[in-house]
């Protein structure tokens, strides 16, 4: 079947502009993941959504960031206001039930540039 | 200290070389331990999970995980050009394993000569 789903796969943006990452998960995964990925490092936690609840947002860095996941399928991560510190990979994982044995499984990611 | 620990490299190897990459962590707490692999402008994609302490084998990969040191391994046998990627350790941030939201490591970037 289909995997993770990331749009779009690419997003330049300007700083203090306004922008939203969309994440198509497997179908019947309950979990959802939002990651940060910088160059040269791991992904970073960011939120976690079980269902339509976000469950865990302790990783959102700041007001700026807000996610979004309202039928409990597709999820939108949006940031306002980017700065150029913004820029990263960010990468979107789905598992079935979010426990701490599932894999998550993570789509190809959305690269966004700040200038 | 971060909670995961892993030397960013590069590694290089010849074709057919054992791959010995490494992981350390703080949180005791900690009980499943992953392996992910990520091709460059990809996801990263699950390779060997283990859940408490001891070892697991899959082809050529074996994980092992020593909780008394908090350290964990993963060995690539004969390795192959296609195994040039980079690896994350990861664990799940929860204690006991009951949320699945992970902590990587900085991964470690392999490439194999032919």
């Known amino acids: 079947g289909a995997g993770v789903s990331q749009t779009p796969s690419n997003k330049v943006t300007e700083k203090g502009k306004y922008v939203e990452l969309r994440c198509d998960p497997i179908s019947g995964h309950t979990a959802l993941y939002w990651y940060r990925q910088s160059l040269g490092q791991g992904p970073e936690f960011l939120i976690y959504f079980q269902g339509t609840g976000a469950a865990d947002d302790s990783g959102l860095p700041n007001d700026r960031f807000f996610a979004v996941r309202p039928e409990g399928s597709v999820s939108t991560l949006k940031i306002q206001r980017t700065e150029r510190g913004d820029s990263a990979v960010y990468l979107c994982?789905?598992?079935?039930?979010?426990?701490?044995?599932?894999?998550?499984?993570f789509g190809p990611g959305t690269r966004l540039t700040v200038l | 200290q971060k909670e995961v620990e892993q030397d960013p490299g590069p590694l290089s190897v010849p074709e057919g070389a054992i791959v010995s990459l490494n992981c350390t962590y703080s949180?005791?707490?900690?009980?499943?331990f992953m392996w992910y692999r990520q091709y460059s402008r990809k996801g990263p994609e699950l390779l060997m999970y283990?859940?408490?302490?001891g070892n697991k084998e899959d082809g050529r990969f074996t994980a092992q995980v020593d909780k008394s040191s908090k350290y964990i391994s993963l060995f690539i046998r004969d390795s192959q050009p296609s195994d040039s990627a980079t690896y994350l350790c990861?664990?799940?941030?929860?204690?006991?394993?009951?949320?699945?939201?992970?902590?990587f490591g900085k991964g470690t970037k392999l490439s194999v000569k032919p």
């Open positions: 994982a789905s598992s079935l039930k979010g426990l701490g044995g599932d894999t998550q499984y």
């Open positions: 949180n005791s707490a900690f009980q499943y």
């Open positions: 283990t859940y408490s302490s």
């Open positions: 990861a664990m799940p941030g929860a204690p006991g394993g009951s949320q699945g939201n992970l902590i």
